[in-house]
């Protein structure tokens, strides 16, 4: 079953500019994950948020959780090209056997 | 470097073949995991394994098997490729079950025919 959803599903912005990306869920949750894929490569984890946390950052990444409404965001902040990529949001449900459940995707486009 | 190496990298099979995908890794994780990844669909979880000598189903576990006979190995096994399978095919890691970052291979595209 897909947890995360991923909005927008598509998002081309110019280079330095912030983008932003959101992720909802539909269950409670222990954390939340987002990871970034390159055309052609794995997926490589970016940053994980508890579910007891608001905000964390690492470098030019902000995450918020907001576990009322079910949802979190990405930001990234003066973007570069190399940040063209597919985001995903994963989330964990408890430990159970659906282990983790990703999102379809944010496919992030910067424009030189 | 550590890591997570899948192999091979791509392959076409004729349906109605039987195919193994190979996938190790070398961090000492304990919990393995097979995903597919479909456009559109995002990824599936297929089967994981929590421990050297378990294993369990995931999402869309019908049509392949997995073993883990060590910690450092998960293959995947299609017994009988059907069509429907073409996919790329991720194996990925983590220290414990689930709630750890998980470390991802490059993938395996793998096209039925």
């Known amino acids: 079953s897909q947890q995360g959803e991923e909005d927008p599903q598509a998002l081309s912005i110019q280079e330095g500019e912030n983008a932003t990306m959101n992720c909802s869920y539909k269950?409670?949750?222990?954390?939340l994950q987002w990871y970034r894929q390159n055309s052609g490569r794995g997926l490589v984890h970016l940053i994980l948020i508890r579910s007891n946390e608001r905000e964390k950052h690492s470098g030019r990444l902000r995450v918020t959780l907001d576990t009322s409404k079910k949802s979190s965001s990405l930001l990234i902040t003066a973007s570069r090209a190399a940040d063209t990529a597919s985001y995903f949001c994963a989330t964990d449900a408890g430990g159970g056997a659906d282990g983790l459940t990703f999102g379809k995707g944010t496919h992030l486009i910067i424009q030189p | 470097i550590a890591g997570i190496t899948q192999a091979p990298t791509s392959q076409i099979l004729a349906a109605g073949r039987r195919m193994t995908l190979r996938c190790t890794q070398d961090?000492?994780?304990?919990?393995m995991y097979w995903y597919r990844q479909d456009l559109g669909l995002g990824l599936r979880l297929i089967h994981y394994?929590?421990?050297?000598?378990?294993?369990g189903k995931g999402e869309v576990p019908d049509g392949y098997s997995v073993s883990r006979a060590n910690t450092d190995d998960f293959p995947l096994t299609l017994a009988s490729a059907v069509p429907s399978q073409t996919s790329v095919y991720f194996c990925a890691s983590s220290e414990t079950w689930a709630t750890q970052p998980q470390h991802f291979g490059d993938g395996t595209r793998l096209s039925i025919l």
């Open positions: 269950t409670s949750i222990n954390n």
């Open positions: 961090m000492r994780h304990n919990a």
């Open positions: 394994s929590n421990t050297a000598g378990t294993t």
